[in-house]
């Protein structure tokens, strides 16, 4: 009788707390604090930020994401220039009240003063289809890190003929190393394995659908 009374409880206990069940209830719940705990993290970074902002500073930073919402799409617009230089100002007075600015390159002619080392870090994203106007960067920046992939194709760039590019070549950059690689058609990725070192190579890559990555690395990479 006892055994039977302990064998009935067993089956009930197992029916109540099935395995299956709580481990997908474990994983629910695993998940949610995970959401959570970036959701409080994302809060409290945007509180320090807004915390150490001063008025002169949002201001700015108002002021500069109206003059890009002014600013004529059209290169020829009347009013372009003035509204890039409201950019430029604005961006200067409000660029250290935000920890990381993500932006394409031509953003960054149009907004950025060139003065140099304005920043701690230039990371620069798909830097295989960047010509080297993107050295600019380099410039701007007290460190670079230049990512990209040279399997890709290079820039696609309009430029003139090559006996001019060579004159310009001859008259600008006579002395300086590598010359004859400040070609439109060069990447910038190009360019920063000649002129840098320190490479790091990823052995994974976690984006992609395995079937696509997998072709590419038949492709390209084996």
Not at 8 to 21: C, D, S, V, Y
Not at 177 to 199: C, E, M, N, Q, V
């Amino acid at each position: 009788w006892a055994w039977k009374q302990a064998s009935k409880w067993l089956i009930r206990f197992g029916q109540e707390h099935n395995e299956a069940k709580l481990e997908m209830e474990l994983q629910k719940l695993s998940e949610q604090d995970g959401k959570t705990t970036s959701n409080l993290a994302a809060a409290k970074a945007w509180a320090n930020c807004l915390n150490r902002l001063t008025a002169f500073q949002r201001n700015n930073l108002t002021a500069w994401a109206t003059a890009m919402k002014k600013m004529p799409k059209t290169l020829s617009a009347k009013t372009r220039p003035k509204w890039v230089r409201q950019a430029q100002e604005c961006m200067n007075n409000c660029k250290g009240a935000i920890p990381a600015w993500i932006m394409p390159l031509y953003r960054v002619f149009e907004t950025i003063v060139p003065e140099p080392e304005s920043f701690d870090v230039a990371i620069i994203d798909e830097a295989s289809q960047t010509g080297p106007e993107g050295l600019v960067l380099a410039y701007l920046a007290k460190q670079c890190i230049i990512v990209g992939d040279e399997q890709q194709i290079a820039p696609d760039a309009i430029y003139p003929p090559e006996e001019m590019l060579d004159a310009l070549v001859k008259r600008y950059l006579d002395g300086i190393p590598f010359k004859d690689f400040y070609h439109p058609a060069t990447s910038l990725f190009s360019l920063a394995a000649i002129l840098f070192s320190g490479r790091i190579v990823l052995r994974e890559h976690f984006r992609c659908m395995p079937e696509i990555i997998q072709f590419s690395n038949q492709l390209c990479y084996a």
